[in-house]
């Protein structure tokens, strides 16, 4: 604690109001990033839009304040959506809740034994070839959002099977809020990602064509994210439906593998941002503050959170000074969902599909790859 205590003085020295605008910048910034990959890894996870601003929003305030450098940005990402889904559909919401919850504790107990330093000796090669398995089950996962269709199954490849006998229709006008949302990704000027993500623009663009196309909801043939709660503690939360330690036995194989992938990811987030950033990160610290947030966020109706590499590069290139940059991205998405939920809940789910599917292609390290297969 007492450790804590310096550093954070060390982070605040010479704190102005120049050093607040510059945080309060990168927090819009890092928000804009944040806000379709919020609703998006929501929905993926086989929970709600609503589940993923929750994540990002609990995730950014108490992860952020209590993390182990000044620049972490923790919240859903895409590698824990691809392990939740086959969670939930096995266990539904609830199944998913108790098991971070458990993985908070993991994560917590981690921190405490200083697990954490046993990461660096991770061979390279195994990093790259499980983000390239979790690429290939985000974009398999969105088939069905991608395409309007309708599966059955608990993972993506049984889903997959399924269109034998289910057959595959897909629905021309979901296909063209997909394909409109990736063509916008992919051709989108890399000179201006920095200031408005192409994540966002495209899903603006989807939404504004989808209240042209079908100004009505009801009468839409298109799947949209629906109604988005204005609260920051869900319906369907541990607070209001309680916890059976009853079914901890069952839940703890699924919250390890939580546990496991979102030290992993925090820490080789933090340990890359660090070179960015000029900043060493305190993984002993970090795992503390996952733990301590995991415990959290299912309580409040939340998904499993982990440090996430898209958006906490944004907010160092943003010039993001202190862990309260991660703050102001929460504040920022508390308003939106105010203040834009009406807006948010026509969200084309083929478009936040398009999203993913982008997302997970660049999520391979294709170089590394590369120089894998050529040896």
């Known amino acids: 604690?007492?450790?804590?205590?310096f550093d954070l003085k060390r982070e605040f020295h010479g704190y102005n109001v120049s050093t607040l605008l510059q945080d309060l910048m990168a927090g819009l910034t890092v928000a804009a990033v944040a806000l379709p990959l919020a609703l998006a890894f929501g929905v993926s996870s086989g929970a709600d839009a609503a589940a993923g601003m929750i994540t990002a929003i609990a995730a950014g305030i108490i992860i952020g304040l209590l993390s182990g450098a000044s620049y972490q940005i923790s919240g859903p990402t895409g590698a824990m959506a691809a392990i939740l889904i086959s969670l939930s559909s096995k266990y539904g919401l609830h199944g998913v809740l108790t098991a971070g919850l458990l993985s908070g504790i993991l994560l917590l107990i981690m921190g405490l034994l200083k697990v954490g330093k046993l990461v660096s000796?991770?061979?390279?090669?195994?990093?790259?070839?499980?983000?390239?398995?979790?690429?290939?089950?985000?974009?398999?996962?969105?088939?069905?959002?991608?395409?309007?269709?309708?599966?059955?199954?608990?993972?993506?490849?049984?889903?997959l099977w399924s269109y034998t006998s289910l057959g595959f229709h897909p629905d021309k006008m979901a296909l063209l809020f997909g394909i409109l949302s990736i063509a916008i990704m992919i051709l989108y000027p890399k000179k201006?990602?920095?200031?408005?993500?192409?994540?966002?623009?495209?899903?603006?663009?989807?939404?504004?064509?989808?209240?042209?196309?079908n100004p009505i909801a009801s009468s839409s043939s298109v799947s949209e994210v629906g109604a988005i709660p204005q609260k920051l503690i869900s319906d369907q939360s541990l607070l209001f439906t309680g916890v059976d330690f009853k079914d901890f036995y069952t839940f703890i194989g699924p919250a390890f593998s939580i546990a496991a992938l979102g030290m992993i990811e925090s820490l080789l987030c933090g340990a890359s941002a660090g070179l960015m950033k000029g900043e060493r990160l305190n993984s002993t610290r970090e795992l503390i503050a996952q733990g301590i947030g995991n415990i959290i966020i299912?309580?409040?109706?939340?998904?499993?959170?982990?440090?996430?590499?898209?958006?906490?590069?944004?907010?160092?290139?943003s010039g993001g000074r202190t862990r309260l940059?991660?703050?102001?991205?929460s504040i920022t998405l508390i308003l939106s969902m105010f203040l834009l939920g009406g807006i948010m809940s026509r969200i084309p789910l083929s478009a936040l599909a398009g999203v993913l599917m982008v997302t997970a292609w660049r999520m391979n390290d294709w170089a590394a790859i590369r120089q894998l297969f050529s040896k």
Do not use: C
């Open 1 to 5: 604690m007492k450790q804590f205590i």
């Open 121 to 159: 000796f991770i061979p390279v090669p195994v990093i790259t070839g499980f983000t390239s398995g979790i690429a290939i089950i985000i974009a398999l996962g969105q088939v069905d959002n991608f395409f309007g269709t309708t599966s059955e199954g608990e993972n993506a490849l049984a889903k």
């Open 192 to 213: 201006w990602s920095n200031y408005l993500p192409s994540s966002l623009i495209a899903i603006i663009v989807a939404v504004i064509l989808n209240f042209i196309l």
């Open 298 to 317: 299912p309580l409040l109706g939340g998904i499993p959170a982990t440090a996430a590499i898209a958006r906490t590069s944004v907010v160092i290139k």
């Open 325 to 329: 940059a991660s703050v102001f991205h």
